[in-house]
């Protein structure tokens, strides 16, 4: 669905070009109506849009990590944190205030405490809540809902605060068990009717080893060539020796490749690029990092995180100069969609 602001543009861009040929207006729609990719990302926080409605009842979605154990969602929204605590925990707003409190005392639920995973009525009204993982996606139970407070509290605040769901699965005892990245969503209308337990992911082909190849090359040129914009003087250049490790645990000269569905009838490719890189002289070794998409032919991409410049110091990798980002990207993985059938 496109957004209301761009129909309109569309309605408009058809009445102006009333005088152009039929063909010029069909090219213009098509330009108009293109899918565009969004601006690329600098980091990925634990921010959500989660919200409290006025009579208690939680929605939103939030991004967390599945286990052998518990499925885990959180949110480092300061403003879904402190709606929280204003709510339910108004014991917290009192002495040196929320965020120090949090702090001091690390962790806190809503419901009842002596029943760690229980949401008792002190907690918001949660009605449904489904949970999307790289196996497919399926209804699960809020058992508990917690605050965790940042360790640095005394000197930056709410940095480091978190809101924490903790989910159970509501399903059968044949299914698999939710495990790694997750989505989690909380609805507000429970009126739709759906088949509990897990909806498995439809199977995407793996691409080919050509494929892979070409996507790997393609996100590499795109990768330098961003860089010697912001970099020009360091006039950078792979390491001749060094060939690229394709889905395996290395961190270095290597690079995720993962096919997902972007559509019932669209599959793309994410390709996570982590290569080694001499400047002008040859004497300082440095790691460039891009995460790019792609359609097979090459003719859709999408940059989702700015190409990043790393340096060695002290044997860590830390961020290139004074305006560099200290992120690199790894272990990708497609999870299942939970908004549609």
Known sequence: MLPSRILAVTTTAVFAGSALTGCAVGRRLGDMLRERPPAPLDSMSRASDARIDSLGILAGSFV????????????????????????????????????RELSRRRVVGLGDESRRRTVGRRGPEIRRALVGSPLGHTEVTVDGIFLHGGRGAAQCGSLGAQAELVVREARDADDPPLRGPVLGVVLADESETRARGLVRRPEVPKPSEALIGDLVQRTGREMDSTLAALYPSLQLRPV???????????????????????????????????????????????????VMVWDSAGAWRQTVFQPTLLAAFGGQLDAYGMAGRPYYWRRLQPISDVAFA
């Open 240 to 290: 001749r020796s060094s060939g690229v490790e394709i889905n395996t645990l290395a961190d270095l000269d290597a690079a995720d490749v993962i096919a997902f569905r972007a559509g019932p009838a669209t599959i793309r490719y994410a390709v996570s690029l982590r290569g080694r890189r001499v400047g002008a002289g040859g004497r300082d070794t440095l790691v460039a990092t891009a």
């Open 64 to 99: 967390g990590e599945g286990t052998s154990r518990a499925v885990h969602l959180l949110s480092s929204d300061t403003a879904f944190i402190s709606e929280l605590a204003r709510r339910y925990r108004p014991d917290l707003l009192g002495g040196e205030g929320l965020w």
